[in-house]
């Protein structure tokens, strides 16, 4: 069991800003965000101490807070849209008031983010803040991987869109 | 243009969780559904919760409503108002005791704790925090009750001896968590430490040079517990 601990610690360490970061930006509340992302990771260990044998961990728990959010918005009934206001107002970073650092490139790109379709943000965010492989997000998306890239582009058209209305 | 894009996004890699949230989350995580045993049951349920705290915590609502009644004008008489004092200074006086003999215990507890038993200490800061808490509130509490209900009588002024006495132990308490932080950080320094490890016990150091005794044993137990 020791052993099993300190292999999922290391999972844990691995992926913890990211999953919250995902999470984070779908539910913009950081007290949301803990609560989902302690319950994905728990999720994990449980079957993790289990035996149960990942072909992929990271995908397991992006599917995982993905669903742990959907279920979020149904069970509570909460809608999803974030405005622009509330979005500004929470910043996540840590120190930041402190800093006091105005960051125009920061507040547009999370702005913009928030306010494309659900689909889109989520593969943007797989794909160029977290990273992942085209193979990882169709089969974290359940999709053909044909189908992932053409939503990624799709997605990258929409965001530059919204980014090009809040600059003008 | 699309590079452009995608240096904007990944501006976004600064979102991150609070590092003490990650910490406490990954020893919940962890944490077996096992009794408390290290320190006693009485002390790891929540505070107020507690047989010991429960009397007290009563005892001040009691006295509370007692003053709010005094406060009722068509019932003042002079007979009455006398009973609601000897009442409410009576009271008193098992809530202090109470508190004091909880201090008292969990000061103990935290003087028996190894100096290695890192998840013990855990515990006790978890503990620490909840006895400064509520023992503040409830002295405070005493003695606003004290200020509205009594003249200057001798049962009134034993009290305020009992507040007192209430304080210092608790100020004791507070001190003995200081040094058990310290005693951590004295024992860590005897630790083969590698480069990280070797920051955890600084930034431990520092912590505790800032009063800030709950993080100094947070970087302690980051540099030894092997989850």
């Not at chain 2, 630790?191 to 800032?210: C, F, P, R, S, V």
Request: hydrophobic share 40%.
């Amino acid at each position: 069991m020791a052993n099993l601990r300190k292999q999922y610690s290391k999972i844990y360490d691995q992926y913890i800003n990211k999953i919250y970061r995902f999470v984070f930006l779908k539910v913009s509340s950081k007290e949301v965000a803990e609560d989902l992302t302690t319950e994905v990771f728990v999720r994990g260990w449980d079957k993790y101490r289990a035996g149960e044998e990942f072909e992929n961990i990271q995908a397991f728990l992006y599917q995982v807070a993905r669903n742990l959010v959907i279920d979020h918005y149904r069970v509570k009934g909460r809608d999803r849209t974030i405005s622009t206001e509330y979005t500004t107002l929470i910043d996540p970073r840590p120190g930041v008031e402190e800093k006091a650092i105005i960051d125009s490139d920061f507040d547009q790109v999370r702005i913009a983010l928030a306010n494309i379709n659900e689909d889109y943000q989520e593969v943007v965010v797989l794909r160029y803040l977290d990273e992942l492989s085209i193979p990882e997000i169709s089969k974290i998306l359940n999709k053909s991987e044909g189908t992932t890239r053409v939503m990624i582009h799709r997605a990258m058209e929409s965001l530059r869109k919204e980014m090009d209305i809040r600059q003008a | 243009m699309d590079k452009e894009l995608i240096n904007k996004i990944q501006i976004l890699k600064e979102i991150k969780p609070r590092n003490e949230w990650v910490f406490s989350a990954k020893q919940r995580i962890f944490e077996e559904p096992a009794p408390v045993i290290h320190i006693g049951s009485r002390i790891s349920w929540g505070f107020f919760l507690k047989p010991a705290f429960a009397l007290p915590v009563a005892l001040l609502l009691v006295c509370s409503t007692f003053l709010y009644v005094s406060n009722l004008n068509d019932i003042k008489t002079v007979q009455l108002e006398y009973d609601i004092k000897v009442a409410q200074i009576s009271a008193l006086a098992p809530v202090l005791e109470n508190l004091q003999a909880d201090i008292s215990l969990a000061r103990e507890n935290m003087d028996k704790v190894n100096v290695g038993d890192l998840k013990t200490a855990l515990k006790i800061k978890e503990n620490a925090g909840s006895v400064s808490k509520s023992g503040n509130e409830i002295i405070s509490e005493a003695k606003r009750i004290v200020a509205q209900a009594t003249s200057s009588d001798e049962s009134g002024d034993r009290i305020l001896a009992s507040v007192v006495d209430a304080e210092k132990a608790l100020k004791d308490y507070q001190e003995s968590y200081q040094m058990f932080v310290k005693r951590m950080i004295e024992d860590a320094e005897h630790y083969y430490l590698g480069e990280e490890e070797q920051i955890n016990l600084e930034n431990a150091k520092q912590y505790y040079e800032e009063g800030e005794y709950d993080q100094a044993l947070i970087e302690i137990y980051r540099i030894s517990y092997p989850f």
